[in-house]
Each structure stands twice: as C-alpha cells, then as structure tokens.
C-alpha cells in the first residue's frame, strides 16, 4: 500500500476516533450526527409500521442501530475492512444515543419530535415489558455496549489502517 494512503487512513482514524470518543463522553449534548441518526429513527418506524405495534415502536431505534450495523458488515462482507471498522464507531454511537433516549424512559424529559402527543418509544416498550423499573440499566447496558463497539471501531480502524482492505471483485 502506498504509503500516502496508509497515512490518510491513520489520519481519518484518528478524526472518527477524537468525533466519536468526544460524542461518547458527551452524549446528552446535540452533535451533527444526530439529526441523522433521528432520520434513521423515523424511518424505522415508518418501514417496520406494518409488523404490529410493538414492532413498529421498537424498530425506530432498532433501525438506528441495525442500519449502520448493516452497512458496517457490507463492507466487512466486501473486505473493505477498514470502512467497515471506521462504521463501527457509527453503530457504537447510535448505541450510546439509544441509551440516552432509553435513560428516559421513567422521567420523559427528552423532546420528542411532535411534541407532547406522541408516544416516547422507550417508556411504553419497558412498560408494555414490565420492566421500567430496570431502565437505568438498561440505559447503562446500551451505553457500555456502545463504547464499547467504538472503542472496537478504533482499534480495527488502526490496525486496518496499515493493511491492504481491496473489495471483492466480480469474476466471470
């Protein structure tokens, strides 16, 4: 591998890593990835609204996190190894952005989009569960999975970095 390009993929390992370690330990405050992620959100409960209710609600931060997981194990899948490890970083902090919205469940002191009128997904799937009162670990859960996947992301992002990541190509 040339070695401009080595250095580039160090580079941008080290920008996702300070963006999403910075996201990590700030994750209450508004960043630019989120009004993305929030896209993701309701598109998960637009294309999952007709699997029933509990599906339905459960899929707009199910969505956040499976479509980064899904375009993390593409690139996995295609050997481009290394923007599959630097997407890790994104499904790690969908996770720790999940986990404040789940941390919510009890008080409901998040603005959601619509207002007052709508249903805060995290209260009524725990309720609907039985186990609201198990909120802040589940909040605590999602968010140590999340760094944890991040912390993953950069540590493949480094090693990656140095190697050779070619996709598969079609052969006849």
């Not at 080595?6 to 300070?18: C, D, H, Q, W």
């Amino acid at each position: 591998m040339e070695s401009r390009k080595k250095y580039g993929r160090i580079a941008g390992t080290i920008l996702a890593s300070a963006y999403f370690l910075h996201y990590a330990f700030t994750p209450t405050e508004w960043h630019a990835i989120d009004i993305v992620n929030l896209i993701f959100h309701e598109a998960g409960h637009t294309i999952f609204s007709f699997f029933g209710e509990f599906i339905h609600i459960a899929m707009g931060s199910g969505f956040q996190v499976l479509l980064p997981l899904s375009i993390a194990g593409y690139f996995f899948y295609t050997r481009q190894r290394y923007a599959g490890a630097i997407t890790l970083m994104w499904v790690g902090q969908n996770l720790i952005n999940v986990s404040v919205y789940a941390g919510d469940a009890i008080s409901m002191n998040l603005p959601l989009l619509g207002g007052d009128s709508v249903i805060h997904d995290w209260n009524w799937l725990l309720s609907t569960l039985g186990i609201l009162k198990w909120t802040p670990v589940i909040a605590s859960t999602l968010n140590i999975a999340g760094f944890c996947v991040i912390i993953l992301g950069i540590i493949l992002s480094f090693m990656f970095a140095v190697q050779d990541s070619e996709p598969i190509t079609a052969t006849t």
